[in-house]
Structures are given as C-alpha cells and as structure tokens.
C-alpha cells in the first residue's frame, strides 16, 4: 500500500511539471505539487469571525445564530463554508463554472476540507452527497462543480463519495433572479433519490456557495425521504442571502 502511495505521488509530480494546476487566485501557474501560490493564499478571504452554530455564517460575537436561522426551519443539522462570497473566490468560482477551470475546484475541494477538519470529525458523514446539475449544463460545462469539488473533499477527508446520491429530475429558471422563496419551491421539485445511499444515516451535501440554504434544504428533504437521519453540509463560499421563512 505504501508503495502504491509513493508511486502514485511520483506520477503527480511527473504531471504537475508537464501541466501545472493554475493557482485560482492569480490564474498563473502554481508551484509544482500546490494548488494556489504561497502568496496569493494569503488573499483568500476565509472566515475567521463568529459564525452561526446552524449554517456558519458570519455572526456578531454575541450572536448564537444569523438572524436567518433564527427565523427560518432549514432541513439539514449543521453545515459550514470555508471562504466569503467575494473578491477573488468570486472570480474563481466564476471561472470554476464558466471557464472550464475545473482544477479550480479540486484546490477548493482541498482546502475546504482541510479547513473544515475539525467539523468533519465532529459530524462523521458516511458520504459525502454533490449537489447535482441538469444534464444540459453538464453536457454545455464537461463536469459538475460541486462534483468536482465533493471528489477533491473525499479524497482528502477520506469520506466516501457518493456521486450519484441527489438526481436532478428537472430544470429551473435560472435561481439568481428568483426570490429566496420561489428558489426554494424550484428546487424542492427538481431532486430525486439517486444511488449509494443504500443503509447510509449521515451524509455531507458539498456544493460551491451557500446563500439561503435552499438548495441544501431541497437536498436535505430527499436525503431525508431516503432515511438518512443526519445531513450536515460543507460550501466552499458563504454568500449573503438570507431565506424567507417558509
């Protein structure tokens, strides 16, 4: 096994050299075997205030919860996300999803989880369950993002993923210009059971940015229908919405 390892990072090395990873921040080359410059990781604008107990969001010191999940019932147990919705994880989600960076979303699946520890091992997911896209999407990108993001998770983290655990059944307008509730009912009506979720009690939605939590909540309901009785999440981005109460 030790042997596997060891030939398995030579083989990365090898390929880093031939086809360096781009670091997401300055979208130049990384250092060979890192995801992001040394430098550039320091402009990365992870949480380090208070955050809600619920969703990990950004709170007061003397808050317990945001003011969303004290008025709002969300479906999943607890959840985090590592880095605040702007500057440059903006634009590196952005390229992540429209520029064909997926190596963007393996250095987010890894620093994620390795700044999640903690919460990991706290909660003990036995999956981790991406959130999916429609098919036209995967056909127009090549990859889901929060795919790509959940595998880098797992492999790091060691948790098993299960790919196929949420189905998209449907579409839905495009959820940027729908208000918090109607992004819910979208939503709530276009996931569906998928595979590997077979006897599984604790799962870990993984997407790219959580805003209202509806999308984690619409999982969360499926995940649910399927006995699973404990769903935590992880989001490399918190953004700033807050969910109607519903």
Known sequence: MKIKRVARGVAQ???DLLYPRRCMVCHQPAPVGEYICPECEKRLPIIE????????KPVEAYE??????????????????????????RE???FLKYKGRREYGEAMGVYAARAA????????PEVIVPIPI??????????????????????ESGIRLAAGGLVRKGSTSALKALSSRERYESLARVFAVGSGLMGVKSALIVDDIYTTGATV??????LRS?????????????????MVSY
């Not at 520890?117 to 003990?124: D, H, K």
């Open 226 to 242: 399927a006995g699973v009785g404990r769903i935590y999440f992880l989001s490399v981005c918190i953004g700033g919405g807050f």
């Open 217 to 222: 909540d619409a999982g969360a309901k499926i």
């Open 13 to 15: 090395y090898a390929i």
């Open 64 to 89: 317990a919860v945001c003011r969303d999940c004290a008025g709002t019932r969300h479906l999943y147990d607890r959840g985090i996300g590592i880095y605040r919705y702007e500057s440059v994880m």
């Open 117 to 124: 520890r903690s919460e990991l091992a706290t909660w003990r």
């Open 92 to 94: 590196a989600v952005s």
């Open 134 to 155: 429609h098919q036209d999407r995967l056909r127009e990108r090549g990859y889901n993002q929060a795919e790509v993001i959940a595998r880098a998770v797992s492999k």
């Open 49 to 56: 205030s208070a955050r809600c107990r619920k969703c990990g």
